[in-house]
Nanobody, 122 residues
Framework: QVQLVESGGGLVQAGGSLILSCAAS????????MAWFRQVPGKEREFVAY????????YYADSVKGRFTISRDNAKNTVYLQMNSLKPEDTAVYYC???????????????WGRGTQVTVSS
């Protein structure tokens, strides 16, 4: 079992930057694919990015390519999401998740944090 806790959300001006962190418990953190999703009221949970357990392979949603960067520090059991050039449409609750397959579908992931709110003002 893995427990995930997101932090770093807040209010930022459009065009600004923000870094989200996800701290994980457990002794097998490095074995999981880690991903970020986001969700706004009335919409499905949306894929943002994932990073493989080893090798540093990453994949991003088209909406965030070139602006967001996912990284992980297995020694610290932490995954990050660096968000640059933020837009009002990036406003959402951002969730950290862990799974065992490479996928953009939320239902395929196993463990979830409770989320952190990101609000981008225009």
């Amino acid at each position: 079992q893995v427990q995930l806790v997101e932090s770093g959300g807040g209010l930022v001006q459009a065009g600004g930057s923000l870094i989200l962190s996800c701290a994980a418990s457990g002794r097998t953190f490095s074995s999981y694919t880690m991903a970020w999703f986001r969700q706004v009221p009335g919409k499905e949970r949306e894929f943002v990015a994932y990073r493989t357990s080893t090798g540093g392979s990453t994949y991003y949603a088209d909406s965030v390519k070139g602006r967001f960067t996912i990284s992980r520090d297995n020694a610290k059991n932490t995954v990050y999401l660096q968000m640059n050039s933020l837009k009002p449409e990036d406003t959402a609750v951002y969730y950290c998740t862990a799974g065992v397959v490479l996928t953009t579908r939320a239902a395929q992931y196993i463990y979830w944090g409770r989320g952190t709110q990101v609000t981008v003002s225009s």
